[in-house]
C-alpha cells in the first residue's frame, strides 16, 4: 500500500512538472516566433559579409531549430486530436520517400530499397501523423548510416493475435543500438545525438498506440536496426 502510494505520489509530481514544462514551452513559443521571422527577414535583406554572414547564419539557423524543438514538444505534450481517415499506404509512403530522397541526410553513399505488396488492405490513419512516424524512423536510419549504408522499407500483410494489419519494416545496416539503450530509446527526451531532441521515437511511440498497433525494436550494435511497426487494419472504433 505504501508503495503505490508511493507511486501515485510520484505520478502526479511528474505530471505537475509536465504541466509547468509545457507552460513554459507556450510562453517562448511566441517570442522565439517573432526572433526567428525578423531573423530572416533580416538576413534576407542586409548585406552581410565574412564573419557576420556567419554569425546572421547560426542565428537564423539555430532560432528555426529552437522553435522545431518547441513546437514538437507542444504537440507531445497537448496532441491534437487524432483524425483518422482510409489511406492509401503506398502512396503515403512515396510521399515521405520522395522528401527524404531529397535530404541532406540522404547522400549519394545511401540506397533506400522498398517493398510494398500492390494490395494492402484500408487502413484508417491519421494522414500527417503516420506521415511524421515514417519520416522519424527513417530520418533515424538515414541518420544511424552516417552517409554510407542500406535503407530497407518493407510493408506486408501481417496478422497479430488474429486481427488482420499491417506490418512496416525500417530496417538500416548503420551504427545499431547498445543493448542497454534499447528499453529508453522510446522515452520522451532520450537522446545520444548532439543535436537531437529525443522525440522522434516517443512520438512514433503514441501515435501507433493511439491507432491500435505497436512498434519494436530489434538491434546489433555495429549492425543495424530494425523497427517494426504493426498496424491493425479496418475501421477505428471512434470512442
Ligand atoms: N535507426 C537507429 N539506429 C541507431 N540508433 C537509433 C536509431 N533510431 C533511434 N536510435 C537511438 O535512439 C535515440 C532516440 O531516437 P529519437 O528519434 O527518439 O531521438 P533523436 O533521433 O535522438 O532526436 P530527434 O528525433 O528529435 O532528432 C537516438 O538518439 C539513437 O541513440
Ligand atoms: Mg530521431
Not at 509536465?18 to 516566433?33: D, S, T
Amino acid at each position: 500500500v505504501q508503495e503505490r502510494a508511493r507511486e501515485l505520489k510520484e505520478k502526479e509530481t511528474l505530471a505537475a512538472i509536465g504541466k509547468m514544462v509545457a507552460g513554459i514551452a507556450h510562453e517562448i513559443r511566441n517570442p522565439l516566433g517573432a526572433i526567428s521571422n525578423s531573423a530572416a527577414v533580416l538576413s534576407r535583406d542586409l548585406i552581410l559579409e565574412g564573419e557576420d554572414l556567419k554569425l546572421m547564419e547560426i542565428i537564423v539557423q539555430e532560432s528555426a531549430r529552437l522553435r522545431q524543438t518547441i513546437n514538437d514538444f507542444l504537440t507531445f505534450a497537448h496532441p491534437p486530436p487524432y483524425n483518422f481517415t482510409p489511406v492509401d499506404f503506398k502512396q503515403l509512403v512515396e510521399d515521405v520517400l520522395f522528401l527524404a530522397k531529397r535530404d541532406s541526410l540522404c547522400g549519394p553513399g545511401v540506397e533506400i530499397q522498398v517493398d510494398i505488396p500492390d494490395r494492402l488492405p484500408a487502413i484508417e490513419v491519421d494522414r500527417d501523423r503516420m506521415q511524421q512516424v515514417l519520416w522519424n524512423l527513417i530520418r533515424n536510419a538515414l541518420e544511424a548510416t552516417r552517409g554510407r549504408g542500406k535503407i530497407h522499407l518493407e510493408l506486408k500483410l501481417s496478422t497479430k493475435k488474429g486481427r488482420a494489419g499491417v506490418k512496416i519494416n525500417v530496417a538500416d545496416d548503420g551504427v545499431g543500438i547498445p543493448v542497454e539503450d534499447q528499453e529508453q530509446i522510446f522515452e520522451p527526451f532520450f537522446t545520444r545525438k548532439a543535436r537531437g531532441s529525443g522525440l522522434g521515437l516517443a512520438m512514433v511511440q503514441s501515435t501507433i498506440r493511439a491507432h491500435g498497433g505497436d512498434v519494436t525494436v530489434k538491434s546489433n550494435e555495429g549492425k543495424g536496426s530494425v523497427f517494426t511497426v504493426w498496424l491493425p487494419a479496418g475501421q477505428k472504433n471512434l470512442s
